[in-house]
């Protein structure tokens, strides 16, 4: 059986729900406290034994290229001033342990055509999709237990997770036929974005999956479906008639960065860990919780005698 040794990260997207920032911005280098967003991406795939990654870029998304580069001149600045910790975080962006090759998506024509430009790069091996925009965090990695369940199966295999019923309709939804393992469901069928009257279920498809390279050949003929993009669901649904496609369910904490709400929360939650801010965070918030209490019991209407 092929190792799983391929990521294709998709960041070529408009970004429009974080406008104005992402006018000349990619949003996958927001960051989280004090690292891009995209490079947790890529330490998960690290952490997930993945040897080579493919990042889809577009217009405006040069920075993601130069991130991981070198910069010569801010590292022997550093250098000379003897900032040595510092100048072990810049050097760690470039010797990340992992391949990184880009192509442009000269259109956003939507995921799936994201991911059709890995076509050449991932040849005729399973791979997996990345977003760019979504955080997980979990003891096991989720590309790892991704991988984990190909290895048993074979076979590609998508991860979900439960949504609020009303909020179907932002997503990719399975209609689940069994379980086939502790969190592992084969699936009926893979529905883009339905209306929350019509969904099938709300385990909604999150941004990782593990995918064999037949999906090439679907994502080639397929047309633009919900929101006039190629979606990529509407391949894996197709590939699901021809060949079994899993879908694990993740347990973990999921972060949507490429929402406002989203990403603000995830600054929290990372900052609440991150030892040179962890207490002073803390105590803000508090601090802050306190306030707006006693500003809630003020505006509080009285009750009438
Ligand atoms: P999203 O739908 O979350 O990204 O796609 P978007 O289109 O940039 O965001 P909004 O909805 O306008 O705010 C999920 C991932 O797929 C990539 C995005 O960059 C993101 O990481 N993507 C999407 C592409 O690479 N190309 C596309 O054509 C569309």
Do not use: C
């Amino acid at each position: 059986m092929a190792k799983v040794r391929k990521a294709v990260i998709p960041a070529a997207g408009l970004g429009t729900r974080f406008l104005p920032a992402t006018k000349a911005m990619a949003k996958e280098m927001l960051p989280i406290v004090d690292k891009p967003t995209i490079q947790f991406i890529v330490e998960e795939a690290l952490k997930s034994g993945i040897e080579d990654i493919l990042i889809v870029t577009g217009k405006s998304k040069r920075p993601i290229e130069d991130h991981f580069d070198s910069n010569i001149e801010l590292e022997s600045n550093l250098k000379e001033k003897g900032k040595t910790g510092l100048l072990k975080l810049v050097e760690d962006t470039t010797n990340i342990g992992i391949n990184l090759f880009f192509v442009r998506q000269s259109y956003p024509k939507g995921l799936g055509d994201a991911v059709l430009h890995a076509k050449a790069f991932v040849g005729n091996e399973p791979f997996v999709v990345m977003l760019g925009d979504d955080l997980m965090d979990s003891p096991v990695p989720l590309t790892k237990q991704l991988i984990n369940g190909h290895e048993k199966t074979h076979a590609s295999n998508i991860a979900v997770m439960e949504v609020p019923q009303e909020e179907t309709s932002k997503y990719g939804i399975i209609d689940p036929e069994s379980h086939v393992g502790d969190n592992m469901y084969s699936v009926k069928k893979f529905v883009e974005k339905p209306d929350p009257k019509e969904a099938p279920s709300n385990l909604a498809i999150i941004g990782r999956y593990l995918l064999t390279p037949e999906i090439f050949v679907l994502l080639e003929k397929q047309e633009p479906g919900a929101g006039g993009e190629i979606q990529l669901t509407d391949a894996i649904d197709k590939l699901n008639q021809t060949q079994r496609v899993f879908a694990t369910e993740f347990k973990g904490q999921r972060y949507d960065v490429g929402d406002k709400f989203g990403y603000m929360k995830t600054s929290i939650q990372y900052g609440l860990t991150h030892p040179e801010v962890k207490d002073r965070l803390r105590d803000y918030i508090k601090e802050l919780a306190g306030d707006l209490t006693a500003q809630d019991k003020k505006t509080e209407p009285k009750s009438k005698k």
